[in-house]
């Protein structure tokens, strides 16, 4: 008796496999569809705010989004240099 284990679990497998089982259900593929409902669609205020609490910095958001450094500033509240506010 030389069975290994995988090739008794291939066995037990196949065996299963072309058993009908009334109390698993066959998985069916679902489709993958891009629908717009599925999609949110972000301001630049809320990308700006979204970017910088994942730790990117303003020039980097800057580029990223191909907005000027003051515009991300001021989307965040950040006052820029020689500013009385």
Not at 43 to 60: D, F, I, K, T
């Amino acid at each position: 008796m030389g069975l290994s284990v995988s090739n008794s679990l291939s066995i037990a497998s196949q065996a299963a496999a072309n058993q009908p089982s009334a109390a698993a259900p066959r998985a069916t593929a679902q489709p993958t569809t891009n629908n717009q409902q599925d999609t949110v669609k972000l301001s630049s205020a809320q990308q700006v705010e979204q970017l910088y609490n994942q730790g990117q910095s303003v020039p980097q958001i800057s580029t990223s989004l191909s907005l000027a450094q003051n515009v991300v500033n001021l989307y965040l509240g950040i006052s820029g240099p020689g500013s009385s506010t």
